[in-house]
C-alpha cells in the first residue's frame, strides 16, 4: 500500500459552537470545499469513509454533491479512535482498485448538539455494557476515565499537572496564530491553566479539547492521478489500526500497565516498519489531543522520547515551533477545533504542502494519530517521490 | 475515589474507595471489600482502608464477603 494513494484535497466549515444548521449541511460544504481544493468534481466520488459515530448517511451527503454511483462505504468505530483509520480504508481502497477517489469525512454538531462530555450511554448496546459497568463507580465522561489514566501516568513518571499543562499552552500558542482556530488570538500561561478549575482530578479545564461545531473532509486518490491535481499531493505512506488484548475503551485496565498506551504503540510499529523510516524521520506529528496526559503518553509511544520522559521532552521545548518536532502547529483539538481528528489529518498535509500558518521548514514526513486510551490509529503522510 | 482496585487473585476492578479523605489515599494502600446497598435495586462493592493495618506485600488487597 505504501505510496499508492495519496490526499489532494482538504476542505471545512467554520468552527463554531453553534452551527444552526444540521450535520448533513456542513458536510456537503466541507466535501465541495474538499472538491474544489482540488480540481475535481461530485461526479469523480466513488468511495466514502466516515467515523461509525458520524451522525450523517453517506447518501444524504452525496445526493447533495452530485456524486454518481458509490462503489465502497465504511465505516470506522470507536469515536476519535477512527481517523487515520478513514485514511487507511481509503488508502486500501484506492490501492486494491476498488475505488478511485474517496472522500474522508467527518461532520459534528459537537458543542449545540450531542455533547460528548456530558457523558456515553451507559446501557441499550453491548458497547454501552463496555464502558457500563464502570458508570456505577462514577465514570462517565471521556475526562473521568482519562483522569485515572494521568494519575497513574504521575505516580509512574512523575509528572504533575504543570506538565500537563505545558502541552495546552504550546497548543494555545500555536491556536492563537491560527486564524480558523476556535482560539485564534488567544493564548494561555501556565499559570492560567494551573488557575483552571479540575474537571475530573488531576485534569483541568485547560487540559481538555474544544466541543466544537463544523466538518472537515479530505480526498484521497492514486499518487498517479494526484500528480495532475492542484496541490502537491499528500502521500499515504503507511497507515494502521491498532487493538491489543486485554483490549477495553476507556483504559485497559488490565493490562501490566495501564499507562503504556500498547494500541498505539502497536501502531507505530506497524507503521514505521511500513514506511521504512523511523522516529528521527519525522519532522512534525500532529496527535490526537483530546486531553494533554494522553499526549505526553503518545510522544513515548511513539518513540520520540523514552519511557517516563514525556515531561521533560516538552520541558525542553521539543514540542515547540522551532523545536526537534513541533506538534499540532494548528493549535488541534485543544487551540482549533474538534472535528474529531480530521482536522488534524488536514494540517498534516498542509504541513506537507508547506501552506500551514505555523509551517513547519522541510517537512519531508508527518506523523498523525487518533484516539487515545482505546484502540487506536495512526498514519504516516510524506513527499511525493514519484 | 474511583479507583483501580487489585485484588489478591490478580483482577483488577473499576471502584470506589469509600472512608477515607482523597489526601490520604495512596497507590498501593492495602483495602478491604464492603458491599454497600446505594440504591434499592443495586448494591456495590466497594472498598475501604483494610483494618487492621496489613503489613508486608504492600500490594493493594482485597478480601472477600463475611
Same mark, same amino acid.
Given at each position: 500500500?505504501?505510496?499508492?494513494?495519496?490526499?489532494?484535497?482538504?476542505?471545512?466549515?467554520?468552527?463554531?459552537?453553534?452551527?444552526?444548521?444540521?450535520?448533513?449541511? !456542513?458536510?456537503?460544504?466541507?466535501?465541495?470545499?474538499?472538491?474544489?481544493?482540488?480540481?475535481?468534481?461530485?461526479?469523480?466520488?466513488?468511495?466514502?469513509?466516515?467515523?461509525?459515530?458520524?451522525?450523517?448517511?453517506?447518501?444524504?451527503?452525496?445526493?447533495?454533491?452530485?456524486?454518481?454511483?458509490?462503489?465502497?462505504?465504511?465505516?470506522?468505530? #470507536?469515536?476519535?479512535?477512527?481517523?487515520?483509520?478513514?485514511?487507511?480504508?481509503?488508502?486500501?481502497?484506492?490501492?486494491?482498485?476498488?475505488?478511485?477517489?474517496?472522500?474522508? #469525512?467527518?461532520?459534528?454538531?459537537?458543542?449545540?448538539?450531542?455533547? #460528548?462530555?456530558?457523558?456515553?450511554?451507559?446501557?441499550?448496546?453491548?458497547?454501552?455494557?463496555?464502558?457500563?459497568?464502570?458508570?456505577?463507580?462514577?465514570?462517565?465522561?471521556?475526562?473521568?476515565?482519562?483522569? !485515572?489514566?494521568?494519575?497513574?501516568?504521575?505516580?509512574?513518571?512523575?509528572?504533575?499537572?504543570?506538565?500537563?499543562?505545558?502541552?495546552?499552552?504550546?497548543?494555545?500558542?500555536?491556536?492563537?496564530?491560527?486564524?480558523?482556530?476556535?482560539?485564534?488570538?488567544?493564548?494561555?500561561?501556565?499559570?492560567?491553566?494551573?488557575?483552571?478549575?479540575?474537571?475530573?482530578?488531576?485534569?483541568?479545564?485547560?487540559?481538555?479539547?474544544?466541543?466544537?461545531?463544523?466538518?472537515?473532509?479530505?480526498?484521497?486518490?492514486?499518487?498517479?492521478?494526484?500528480?495532475?491535481?492542484?496541490?502537491?499531493?499528500?502521500?499515504?505512506?503507511?497507515?494502521?489500526?491498532? !487493538?491489543?488484548?486485554?483490549? +477495553?475503551?476507556?483504559?485497559?485496565?488490565?493490562?501490566?500497565?495501564?499507562?503504556?498506551?500498547?494500541?498505539?504503540?502497536?501502531?507505530?510499529?506497524?507503521?514505521?516498519?511500513?514506511?521504512?523510516?523511523?522516529?528521527?524521520?519525522?519532522?512534525?506529528?500532529?496527535?490526537?489531543?483530546?486531553?494533554?496526559?494522553?499526549?505526553?503518553?503518545?510522544?513515548?509511544?511513539?518513540?520520540?522520547?523514552?519511557?517516563? +520522559?514525556?515531561?521533560?521532552?516538552?520541558?525542553?521545548?521539543?514540542?515547540?515551533?522551532?523545536?526537534?518536532?513541533?506538534?499540532?502547529?494548528?493549535?488541534?483539538?485543544?487551540?482549533?477545533? #474538534?472535528?474529531?481528528?480530521?482536522?488534524?489529518?488536514?494540517?498534516?498535509?498542509?504541513?506537507?504542502?508547506?501552506?500551514?500558518?505555523?509551517?513547519?521548514?522541510?517537512?519531508?514526513?508527518?506523523?498523525?494519530?487518533?484516539?487515545?486510551?482505546?484502540?487506536?490509529?495512526?498514519?504516516?503522510?510524506?513527499?511525493?517521490?514519484? | 475515589?474511583?479507583?483501580?482496585?487489585?485484588?489478591?487473585?490478580?483482577?483488577?476492578?473499576?471502584?470506589? =474507595?469509600?472512608?477515607?479523605?482523597?489526601?490520604?489515599?495512596? =497507590?498501593?494502600?492495602?483495602?478491604?471489600?464492603?458491599?454497600?446497598?446505594?440504591?434499592?435495586?443495586?448494591?456495590?462493592?466497594?472498598? =475501604?482502608?483494610?483494618?487492621?493495618?496489613?503489613?508486608?506485600?504492600?500490594?493493594?488487597?482485597?478480601?472477600?464477603?463475611?
Amino acid at each position: 500500500m505504501r505510496d499508492r494513494a495519496a490526499i489532494v484535497g482538504i476542505g471545512a466549515t467554520e468552527f463554531s459552537k453553534n452551527s444552526g444548521r444540521s450535520e448533513v449541511s !456542513m458536510a456537503v460544504e466541507a466535501v465541495q470545499a474538499a472538491l474544489d481544493d482540488c480540481g475535481l468534481c461530485g461526479a469523480a466520488i466513488d468511495g466514502m469513509v466516515t467515523f461509525a459515530t458520524d451522525e450523517t448517511l453517506e447518501f444524504q451527503v452525496a445526493n447533495c454533491l452530485g456524486v454518481k454511483e458509490v462503489s465502497l462505504y465504511s465505516r470506522v468505530p #470507536y469515536g476519535g479512535d477512527a481517523g487515520a483509520a478513514c485514511l487507511q480504508q481509503a488508502a486500501m481502497a484506492v490501492a486494491s482498485g476498488m475505488a478511485e477517489v474517496v472522500v474522508v #469525512y467527518r461532520s459534528i454538531n459537537g458543542r449545540s448538539g450531542l455533547r #460528548y462530555s456530558r457523558g456515553m450511554p451507559l446501557h441499550g448496546s453491548e458497547g454501552a455494557a463496555a464502558i457500563g459497568l464502570n458508570g456505577p463507580f462514577g465514570l462517565v465522561t471521556p475526562a473521568q476515565f482519562m483522569a !485515572m489514566h494521568a494519575r497513574r501516568y504521575m505516580h509512574e513518571s512523575g509528572a504533575t499537572s504543570e506538565d500537563f499543562g505545558r502541552v495546552a499552552v504550546v497548543l494555545r500558542s500555536n491556536a492563537s496564530t491560527n486564524p480558523a482556530a476556535v482560539f485564534f488570538g488567544r493564548p494561555i500561561t501556565l499559570a492560567e491553566h494551573q488557575a483552571s478549575r479540575w474537571i475530573s482530578e488531576p485534569i483541568r479545564l485547560l487540559d481538555c479539547c474544544l466541543e466544537t461545531d463544523g466538518a472537515q473532509a479530505v480526498i484521497v486518490t492514486s499518487a498517479e492521478r494526484a500528480r495532475d491535481l492542484r496541490h502537491p499531493p499528500a502521500v499515504i505512506r503507511a497507515a494502521s489500526q491498532g !487493538m491489543v488484548c486485554p483490549q +477495553e475503551l476507556g483504559a485497559s485496565w488490565s493490562r501490566d500497565s495501564i499507562t503504556g498506551m500498547e494500541e498505539m504503540r502497536h501502531v507505530a510499529r506497524r507503521i514505521y516498519a511500513r514506511a521504512d523510516i523511523g522516529p528521527d524521520d519525522i519532522q512534525t506529528a500532529i496527535l490526537y489531543d483530546h486531553f494533554t496526559p494522553l499526549v505526553l503518553m503518545q510522544l513515548e509511544a511513539l518513540g520520540f522520547c523514552d519511557r517516563g +520522559e514525556g515531561p521533560a521532552f516538552v520541558r525542553e521545548g521539543n514540542i515547540e515551533q522551532g523545536g526537534r518536532l513541533p506538534i499540532n502547529p494548528h493549535g488541534g483539538m485543544i487551540g482549533e477545533a #474538534y472535528i474529531h481528528g480530521i482536522n488534524n489529518i488536514a494540517e498534516g498535509v498542509r504541513q506537507l504542502r508547506g501552506t500551514s500558518g505555523n509551517q513547519v521548514p522541510d517537512v519531508e514526513h508527518v506523523l498523525v494519530t487518533s484516539g487515545g486510551g482505546g484502540p487506536s490509529s495512526g498514519a504516516i503522510l510524506g513527499r511525493d517521490r514519484g | 475515589v474511583v479507583a483501580v482496585v487489585e485484588l489478591d487473585e490478580g483482577i483488577r476492578l473499576v471502584s470506589n =474507595v469509600i472512608g477515607v479523605s482523597p489526601g490520604d489515599l495512596y =497507590v498501593g494502600m492495602p483495602l478491604e471489600l464492603e458491599f454497600v446497598p446505594v440504591a434499592p435495586d443495586m448494591t456495590l462493592p466497594q472498598f =475501604v482502608p483494610a483494618s487492621p493495618p496489613t503489613t508486608g506485600a504492600g500490594r493493594t488487597r482485597a478480601i472477600g464477603p463475611r
